[in-house]
């Protein structure tokens, strides 16, 4: 079945839905249609065939400014009794979730690549990453993880030299230092 004759037959159940679930102010927009959409932070593409990845909500106002648009995760020395436990543990989540979201195996380098510059700007250390992957390369049974470990440190390094390059604020001494340069 092709996906246009799928969505031209929900179309009048659209319809329908908008003007008896919704009150008469609120309207259902759809997206484009196509071979790919866009649910939570993970793409899905239908076409040649089915595969998922997982994408940071900064990766494309990254990749475009190199800057990041919002935060989204905790800071690494944010106040909690063990913060080197914790942030661990948030770390081997947010990879189970690009785990879970990727189809087939060879997109989690993908996903793992677009949250790189979130930990950085969080300030999680390198050996967090690589120690969580270590993590879920045994949890998950994936050699995938295993063999990631290289590239991501190395993305890690280029990725932390840009910010520094573009002088990005990863830490609250950053930001002041740079106010001072400014404002001398």
Request: hydrophobic residues 35%; aromatic residues 12%; proline residues 5%.
């Amino acid at each position: 079945m092709k996906l246009e004759t799928v969505t031209a037959g929900a179309l009048p159940r659209l319809k329908q839905y908008s003007e008896f679930c919704y009150d008469k102010s609120v309207s259902i927009i759809l997206e484009p249609a196509g071979d790919s959409f866009k649910f939570l932070q993970g793409t899905f593409v239908f076409n040649p065939k089915f595969s998922a990845y997982y994408e940071s909500k900064n990766w494309e106002h990254w990749c475009a400014t190199g800057t990041l648009r919002t935060t989204v995760l905790q800071h690494y020395h944010s106040y909690c009794e063990s913060y080197h436990t914790q942030r661990f543990a948030t770390l081997v989540g947010k990879l189970h979730e690009i785990d879970r979201f990727s189809y087939p195996d060879s997109n989690i380098g993908r996903g793992l690549c677009s949250i790189i510059p979130d930990l950085i700007a969080a300030e999680y250390p390198l050996r967090i990453l690589t120690g969580a992957m270590k993590r879920m390369a045994s949890t998950t049974n994936k050699g995938t993880w295993h063999r990631l470990r290289p590239a991501a440190a190395a993305a890690y390094g280029r990725i932390k030299r840009l910010f520094r390059s573009n002088d990005v604020p990863t830490t609250k001494h950053h930001q002041m230092e740079r106010t001072h340069r400014q404002n001398p």
